[in-house]
């Protein structure tokens, strides 16, 4: 999957599935990796396989309530819309302690613009998984779209980055946000960072794209004599 070679990957996963057709991970991780393709229908179904096969798997529960809600809204079914949004309370009564059943909810959350309760959930799942840097980029997103925070959003992607200065997700996140601030050299410092954590080349062009963008701001503002703002580094 990382080096792109999707077809292979879903052989692989063909022939696991063949090999262990009781095992619930790998279900799961092709219900991923279906999702991730935005072959939602399929992903449905893998996560069924995954549950049925083992009803107290906490990710994939909750990754089926996450897939069924992608699939209601991509077909406009208001009773399966209805039915996942049960569901998604159900899992967290069932797994309290499951980060990521709060997290994949308070993103349907903040799609549907009930913003209050996305951030609570965020805030439980920041409870639960302090050391998780994604909860903190999620929150942080959230934020800015719901309040037009940033400084706010700023700090918790930073502190993202204290707890997991890995976070290629944090990296690219931040360093978005700088361009928008016009922090130029700040964003591509944290653009570089990102790439050489990218594990894949798919993430690698992409965060090419970003870094070049800003470049190219940072060469047309150097010209027009703009700053200083944009000879921000990293301090």
Known sequence: MQTE???DCLADFEKAAELGPEVSDVFHHRGQVKLLMEQIEDARKDFEKAVSL?????VAVVQKCYADYRYAMQVKDVTLLM????????AIE??????ETYVLF???KTEKQEF??????????????PHNASIYVHRGLLLLQWKGEIENAVDLMKEAI????????????????EVQRGNLVLAIELFNKAIALARSEMEMVHLFSLRDAASSQLKIASKM?????ILKGVS
């Open 94 to 99: 069932r797994f309290p302690n499951c980060a």
């Open 83 to 90: 039915q996942t949004m049960h569901d998604f309370r159900m």
């Open 116 to 129: 209050h309760e996305a951030e609570k959930l965020y805030q439980t799942a920041m409870e639960i998984d």
């Open 162 to 177: 204290k707890v997991d200065d890995k976070s290629e997700f944090a990296y690219e996140t931040l360093g978005t946000v």
């Open 54 to 58: 083992n009803s107290d798997f906490a």
């Open 5 to 7: 070679k999707i077809q």
């Open 225 to 229: 004599g703009l700053g200083p703002d």
């Open 106 to 108: 308070a993103q349907v």
